[in-house]
T-cell receptor
Framework: GQNIDQPTEMTATEGAIVQINCTYQ??????LFWYQQHAGEAPTFLSYNVLDGLEEKGRFSSFLSRSKGYSYLLLKELQMKDSASYLCAVRDLEGSNTGKLIFGQGTTLQVKP | EAGVAQSPRYKIIEKRQSVAFWCNPISGHATLYWYQQILGQGPKLLIQ????????DSQLPKDRFSAERLKGVDSTLKIQPAKLEDSAVYLCASSFGTTNTDTQYFGPGTRLTVL
């Protein structure tokens, strides 16, 4: 089966650092994506990990441990505009030769002044 | 570069009525996806096209939902008849191909309310 878990809500302070965790269980893991989704808008791509380790992109970093079925998204120097939902999505090859994205429910991050 | 276009942005219908959504992917993107996102949940894949062929429609409720991608470019998703539980945002996404690193780019979505 497929299961992706992430916290429902988080709150952090402007200028701080926040880590959003994601754990997953899939049979045909083939990469993990993080998307940002502001209320009423489309998800936008943030990062992609397929190998273990840390990928850094400006204020955002994403980490993957395949053996633990675990990823996190790290946001540094938080800004008010970072208030959004953050979606963890796993590409799963089970039953598909092309793979499909399985999304978690999303973590709503609220950044406070 | 123009993004994924969708219309309409909002639609309100009564149950048992029919509705159709339109999507135009990013130019050159061979793969097109339709997702359903219920409030408070992540997107769920309904159907995936590669050019004009269906790759995966395992989660599409085929008794009421249909989709087509004529000529391998734009696509329509139809619901007939609609049920209350179909109230959701319908997202269209596209990617260049289906390789492991292909990123999906999403359109703004159509918010459907079924009364």
């Amino acid at each position: 089966g497929q299961n992706i878990d992430q916290p429902t809500e988080m709150t952090a302070t402007e200028g701080a650092i926040v880590q959003i965790n994601c754990t997953y269980q899939t049979s045909g893991f083939n990469g993990l994506f993080w998307y940002q989704q502001h209320a009423g808008e489309a998800p936008t791509f943030l990062s992609y990990n397929v190998l273990d380790g840390l990928e850094e992109k400006g204020r955002f970093s994403s980490f993957l441990s395949r053996s633990k079925g675990y990823s996190y998204l790290l946001l540094k120097e938080l800004q008010m505009k970072d208030s959004a939902s953050y979606l963890c999505a796993v590409r799963d090859l089970e039953g598909s030769n092309t793979g499909k994205l399985i999304f978690g429910q999303g973590t709503t991050l609220q950044v406070k002044p | 570069e123009a993004g994924v276009a969708q219309s309409p942005r909002y639609k309100i219908i009564e149950k048992r009525q029919s509705v159709a959504f339109w999507c135009n992917p990013i130019s050159g993107h061979a793969t097109l996806y339709w997702y359903q996102q219920i409030l408070g949940q992540g997107p769920k894949l309904l159907i995936q096209f590669q050019n004009n062929g269906v790759v995966d429609d395992s989660q599409l409720p085929k008794d009421r939902f249909s989709a087509e991608r004529l000529k391998g470019v734009d696509s329509t998703l139809k619901i007939q008849p609609a049920k209350l539980e179909d109230s959701a945002v319908y997202l269209c996404a596209s990617s260049f191909g289906t390789t492991n690193t292909d990123t999906q780019y999403f359109g703004p979505g159509t918010r459907l309310t079924v009364l």
